[in-house]
Each structure stands twice: as structure tokens, then as C-alpha cells.
């Protein structure tokens, strides 16, 4: 390699990367801090001994990310309420960020369920589902046998699928039916917002203990449907929504006096919506303030 290819070569693969240890870590500053720590390793490597920069490169990435995730697996046991990731927003909502290569699985709601894996078994499932590495590099990645990796990744699937069913909804359908909740919840229309709920939906909020949210979510049509009518009751035109790409889905911001309140995410099937997750936590919001 010259000088400069180094350099090209990490930049080129920069949105891998980050997309693998966001992923792995669900705060956008820790996936950076990673990739800082990569950059300054492949600095220092023998570049012309590599046979392949990009498994050099996810190779440490994903080491970086299995330590640094250990690490923060510690402080979310301690964590006031559920945790979820911090949302990755673009403002046009029929524009998927690149930087995440949103080809891959990035939504809030597969992020969330990666939170019951533990680090080397999220690392293995990720490599595999959303970037399609084959059993025997991902062994080679996590210094694991390939017998090892495929049995790990095996039961991060099933685990996963046991949590909650997952639903494959063209990207369009899923816009309209954000908008339709959005118009019914703005509208404070309590029979439009109990139509477009499921029966078992949930409402998961991130407050973080530094604004309010229902510790273990809140379940069910009828209380769901009632907390966003209550909202619509209290706050009346004080509240505004915008459309925005949420994790490389549509999702809403909700602003209140003007002010970021929250950033919301739907999972549907279709022709319900069976959850909805809201950010709150006024950290996890803070760049989405600066940029917004």
C-alpha cells in the first residue's frame, strides 16, 4: 500500500464499520469512540502483510465492541427503566441514512431485542444476519471454532424468535400507517387511535431516570391508546409531530412547546401496530437537537 491508501481504505470502509459497532453498542458516541480505537491500530499494522484490510479491520472493530459492550453491560443492570438505543435520525423520510448501511437490520425494535444476547453471541448473529459473513470468517473474527459459531448463532435465532414474530412490511405501508397514527394521535381521535392499535401492543419508553416513563413498558390497546388521548387532552396544540427516518425506518419526533420531546419508532404487521418504541431520554436526544 502507499501513504494515503491506509487512509482510503479505512474511509471507504468506515460506514461497515460503523454500522457494526453501532449496532453492537446502540450509542452513536461509543460506536465512534470504537472506530477512533480501530483507526489508531490500523495506523501502527503492517498493512502489507494483510491479505484482507476489511477482516482486519471488522476483526478488531467487533473485539473493540465486544469489550466495550461488556463493560456497558454492567451499567444498564443498573439503568432506571428500559433501556433502548439511541436513535440515528435523517430528516427525509423516503432517504435512508447511508452511514449505517440500513441494507442491514438497524431498526430500534431488532436493536432492542439484541439486548438479550450477550456480547460475543450479539457480535456472532449480527456478522452473520445484517452483514452476511459465512460461519467460518465470523469463527475466524471471534477466534471461535466454526461448530462453535454456528451453534451460537443458531440459538441467538431462536431466542430472538421466540421474543417476538417478525414482520415483513414494505416500506410504504409502513410510512402510511405512521401517518395515519400520527393524524389520529395529533387529532386526539380516541376511536382512530385505538383502530390502528393491536390488541397485545406495547409501549416501551427510555427515559434513563431524568424524565418519566413506565418502568416495563405499558401493554395493551386500551392503555396505550389512552396515554396518547391523555396527552392529546393536556397538551392540546402544544404538541407537534415530524416525520423523520428512525433508524432506517419512519418514525416521528414529537415536539412539545416547540421543544424535542421524544423520538418514536413503530413496529407494525401491516395492518396493526404492535409496538411503539419512545426515546425520552433528554441524552439520547441531544444530538438529534443539534442537528434538527
Given at each position: 500500500?502507499?501513504?494515503?491508501?491506509?487512509?482510503?481504505?479505512?474511509?471507504?470502509?468506515?460506514?461497515?464499520?460503523?454500522?457494526?459497532?453501532?449496532?453492537?453498542?446502540?450509542?452513536?458516541?461509543?460506536a465512534e469512540d470504537v472506530l477512533q480505537d480501530a483507526w489508531l491500530r490500523w495506523r501502527?499494522?503492517?498493512?502489507?502483510?494483510?491479505?484482507?484490510?476489511?477482516?482486519?479491520?471488522?476483526?478488531?472493530?467487533?473485539?473493540?465492541?465486544?469489550?466495550?459492550?461488556?463493560?456497558?453491560?454492567?451499567?444498564?443492570?443498573?439503568?432506571?427503566?428500559?433501556?433502548?438505543?439511541?436513535?440515528?435520525?435523517?430528516?427525509?423520510?423516503?432517504?435512508?441514512?447511508?452511514?449505517?448501511?440500513?441494507?442491514?437490520?438497524?431498526?430500534?425494535?431488532?436493536?432492542?431485542?439484541?439486548?438479550?444476547?450477550?456480547?460475543?453471541?450479539?457480535?456472532?448473529?449480527?456478522?452473520?444476519?445484517?452483514?452476511?459473513?459465512?460461519?467460518?470468517?465470523?469463527?475466524?473474527?471471534?477466534?471461535?471454532?466454526?461448530?462453535?459459531?454456528?451453534?451460537?448463532?443458531?440459538?441467538?435465532?431462536?431466542?430472538?424468535?421466540?421474543?417476538?414474530?417478525?414482520?415483513?412490511?414494505?416500506?410504504?405501508?409502513?410510512?402510511?400507517?405512521?401517518?395515519?397514527?400520527?393524524?389520529?394521535?395529533?387529532?386526539?381521535?380516541?376511536?382512530?387511535?385505538?383502530?390502528?392499535?393491536?390488541?397485545?401492543?406495547?409501549?416501551?419508553?427510555?427515559?434513563?431516570?431524568?424524565?418519566?416513563?413506565?418502568?416495563?413498558?405499558?401493554?395493551?390497546?386500551?392503555?396505550?391508546?389512552?396515554?396518547?388521548?391523555?396527552?392529546?387532552?393536556?397538551?392540546?396544540?402544544?404538541?407537534?409531530?415530524?416525520?423523520?427516518?428512525?433508524?432506517?425506518?419512519?418514525?416521528?419526533?414529537?415536539?412539545?412547546?416547540?421543544?424535542?420531546?421524544?423520538?418514536?419508532?413503530?413496529?407494525?404487521?401491516?395492518?396493526?401496530?404492535?409496538?411503539?418504541?419512545?426515546?425520552?431520554?433528554?441524552?439520547?436526544?441531544?444530538?438529534?437537537?443539534?442537528?434538527?
Open positions: 500500500m502507499s501513504d494515503t491508501q491506509p487512509d482510503e481504505t479505512f474511509e471507504r470502509l468506515r460506514p461497515r464499520l460503523f454500522g457494526i459497532a453501532y449496532r453492537m453498542l446502540g450509542i452513536r458516541a461509543d501502527e499494522a503492517d498493512h502489507g502483510s494483510l491479505q484482507s484490510p476489511e477482516a482486519w479491520l471488522v476483526t478488531v472493530v467487533t473485539r473493540l465492541a465486544i469489550d466495550k459492550l461488556r463493560a456497558a453491560k454492567t451499567q444498564r443492570e443498573i439503568y432506571v427503566g428500559d433501556w433502548l438505543p439511541e436513535p440515528i435520525v435523517e430528516w427525509d423520510v423516503d432517504t435512508p441514512e447511508a452511514i449505517v448501511e440500513r441494507a442491514g437490520e438497524l431498526s430500534i425494535a431488532f436493536l432492542h431485542m439484541l439486548e438479550r444476547l450477550g456480547a460475543e453471541e450479539r457480535a456472532a448473529f449480527l456478522l452473520r444476519q445484517a452483514f452476511d459473513y459465512d460461519y467460518g470468517e465470523i469463527a475466524h473474527m471471534l477466534g471461535k471454532s466454526e461448530a462453535a459459531v454456528r451453534q451460537t448463532i443458531h440459538r441467538a435465532g431462536e431466542r430472538l424468535r421466540l421474543e417476538r414474530p417478525r414482520f415483513e412490511v414494505p416500506r410504504d405501508e409502513h410510512k402510511r400507517m405512521l401517518e395515519r397514527f400520527i393524524s389520529a394521535a395529533g387529532s386526539g381521535d380516541r376511536n382512530a387511535i385505538r383502530a390502528l392499535l393491536a390488541d397485545e401492543v406495547e409501549a416501551i419508553g427510555d427515559g434513563g431516570g431524568k424524565v418519566n416513563s413506565v418502568a416495563g413498558g405499558m401493554h395493551g390497546a386500551e392503555r396505550v391508546t389512552n396515554l396518547y388521548w391523555a396527552q392529546h387532552l393536556r397538551l392540546g396544540p402544544r404538541v407537534t409531530y415530524k416525520l423523520a427516518t428512525i433508524n432506517g425506518e419512519p418514525g416521528f419526533l414529537r415536539y412539545i412547546d416547540g421543544q424535542l420531546e421524544s423520538a418514536q419508532a413503530i413496529a407494525t404487521d401491516g395492518e396493526r401496530i404492535v409496538a411503539i418504541y419512545v426515546v425520552r431520554n433528554p441524552d439520547k436526544l441531544a444530538r438529534i437537537e443539534k442537528t434538527g
